[in-house]
């Protein structure tokens, strides 16, 4: 069972539209700060010299802002979504939001209609930000679930390149507001493809399972995970049980230990703390601040606006191919390793690009520019191939199907609350202390990396079920002896 399906393939393909939205809709920020005609749509100062730019940093401070804040809310919202009205609808309700902003955010006539569409925008993409890794990784087998759920990450990274090359074919078009408003409404057309997806894809079978729809959850997993030399169909039968044992197990605690017992029980507590450091250690490392503000980054680095948004839209093409690469190799290298691996070198390709920019700013040489976009090239490399494909995989696998929901909205609620406060700093800080700013992430990238060193066990390979036994709670084993008879009888139903 470890090759995916046909049928995985083409659920992986209409689901990741989610991904693409998340990327996509973060992303058109860089593109369309770098459109002179949006500066003019919204009456906004361009010339970095004027007396009126500070307002201007402002503004795009406050449009990544509010879409972060957005995202934080729709986070916690995706994950009450995904348990009350299943994964499938969840997706559904995202894409309609999604739409919606898309469509405010496009037709903007001032700074405070487009900094709203950016607000429902950024909800929906909280919304799924949580919601595609929790259904990969419910839809996957265990040996595949690192290519699945790696489609999360790489969704993202590929709405991200195709948010840089649309903003440059735009660029083009800078006599209207078309060059900035076309590349924001195809935010919509990637909301549309979500919600028509969604009607070709399966509900989450542990989902089912969790509302007692064993049926229809056993003939998803069949069709999932079916095996031509599994005629019968055993593998899926073995995982209902699995699923079935394990979910008991953790019903029977929820009456014993209440609804919060993902604060007050401390297996749960643990997971819950790695999940949310996690997912803040993506972002602390400083990789959202270059990807949305590239184009000023590059600027300063002695590019001219064209040639930033090129080399910005390669940046993260780069990525997009470097996330792909590193989702084949998740499930082989394991998921500790492969993370160890991203934040170490992360950190190493950074202190060199940040000590490059440092010199460029003395002396203004072109080496220096060049070889330090060279090194952020290597930084991503790394981030994409490594960290990103990962940390969504792990903040998700490790919670139970009981919780993973909410596990996982507040694990990834710290992804947005960590780029409120870095993405509305970085204009003015960039204006005012320029490379000291990257210090701050070196800093704490080492931090991140010697936590994971001590508290990040191997979770690849494992069943969902078993990765429990990773934070001190009792085997599924055990679970199926506690249910002895009940377990059999559940195989006996479904059996061919």
Known sequence: MGDVSSYEHTVILFAAFG????????????ATVGQPSWYRSLNLESDTTAPGYSHTTTIIGAANGVFFAGGTLGCILGGWLGDKLGRVNGFRVAATVGIIGAAIQTGAANQAMYLVGR???GLAAGQTMVAMPTYFSEVSPPKSRGLMAGAHGSGINVGYAIAGWVGFGCFFESTS????????????????CLLAGSFFVPESPRWLVSKGQDEKALKILCKLHHDP??????????????????????LTLITQHGQWQLFTMPTYRRRSILGFVLMMGGQNIGVLVINNYNTLLYESLGLSNMQALVVGAAYNTWAAFANMGGATVSDRLGRRK???????????????????????????????????VTFLFLYVFFYGAFIDVNQYIVATEIFPTHLRSQGSSYSLAAFFLTDVLWVDLAATAQATIGWKYYLVFLSLGIVHLIHLWFKLPETSGLALEEIDTLFGKDQIATADEELGDKAVTIEEEHDP
């Open 177 to 192: 507001s078309f060059g900035w408003r076309f590349p924001n409404a195809v935010l919509a057309l990637w909301g549309l």
């Open 229 to 250: 030399a599994d005629v019968e169909d055993q593998f899926a039968h073995r995982e209902l049980r699995f699923i079935k044992s394990q979910l008991e197990v953790d």
């Open 338 to 372: 492969a993370l160890l691996i991203g934040y170490a070198g992360c950190v190493v390709m950074f202190i060199i690009a940040t000590g490059l920019i440092a010199k460029f700013s003395q002396n203004s040489s072109r080496t220096y520019a060049a070889a330090a």
């Open 19 to 30: 991904s693409l939205f998340t990327g996509y809709s973060a992303a058109i920020i860089v």
């Open 119 to 121: 607000v429902i925008t």
